[in-house]
Structures are given as structure tokens and as C-alpha cells.
């Protein structure tokens, strides 16, 4: 099983995949999003059909992280430091994950 998380810094979503079947530590499902100790995540740009890379909207420092358009085993530091990164570039402060199931938030 898979649990997707997001998070919305203007035109970028941050999407976190974490459990059983996803690049992350440990690979278990129904943790709490902090006891993960990396995660899977992809960033989606408003007006694309498809993942970008940090490169695509200014990030490149972080373009390493990523095999392509995803990047797997993320560690918290590297997330936290793209999380501040993709903050301060919609003007926003970090923002809190919220749990999705296919693109919709959870209530």
C-alpha cells in the first residue's frame, strides 16, 4: 500500500509517497508522516502534464535528489531543505503535509 501527502507552495505541489511499495524508510505503511526517515516525493507544476525536476523551476542545487522525475529515498534534511526552498520561492512559510488519496485531500 502507498499513502500520498502533499504540500502547496504556489504553482508547485511537493507529493510525498510513503509505505509499503514506495521508495522510503522504513517501508511500512500507516506510520505517522514524521517516523518516516526518507521518502518518495515528485514535483508537479501547474500547466504540466508531467513531474519537473527542481532544475525546471529554478532549483537546480537540488536536482540530485531526483532519478529522473522522482526522486526515492529522500532523507529528511535534503526534504526539509527543498521544503524551505520551494517556500521561499511562492513567498509562504513551510507548510504542514496533508494526506491525499489520488489528488484529492482527505478530510
Known amino acids: 500500500m502507498i499513502e500520498n501527502y502533499r504540500e502547496v507552495y504556489g504553482d508547485v505541489t511537493l507529493s510525498y509517497a510513503v509505505g509499503e511499495a514506495a521508495y522510503c524508510s522504513p517501508r511500512k505503511s500507516g506510520l505517522p508522516l514524521a517516523e518516516y526517515d526518507s521518502v518518495e ?50 513567498g509562504v512559510e513551510v507548510r504542514d503535509a496533508e494526506r491525499v488519496e489520488w489528488g484529492v485531500a482527505l478530510s
Not at 57 to 85: H, P, S
Open 41 to 90: 516525493i515528485a514535483l508537479i507544476v501547474s500547466g504540466h502534464e508531467s513531474f519537473l525536476s527542481p532544475g525546471a523551476i529554478g532549483l537546480a542545487e537540488f536536482d540530485a535528489l531526483f532519478d529522473g522525475m522522482i526522486a526515492g529515498r529522500v532523507q529528511r534534511a535534503d526534504l526539509d531543505r527543498l521544503r524551505g526552498a520551494l517556500a521561499a520561492r511562492a
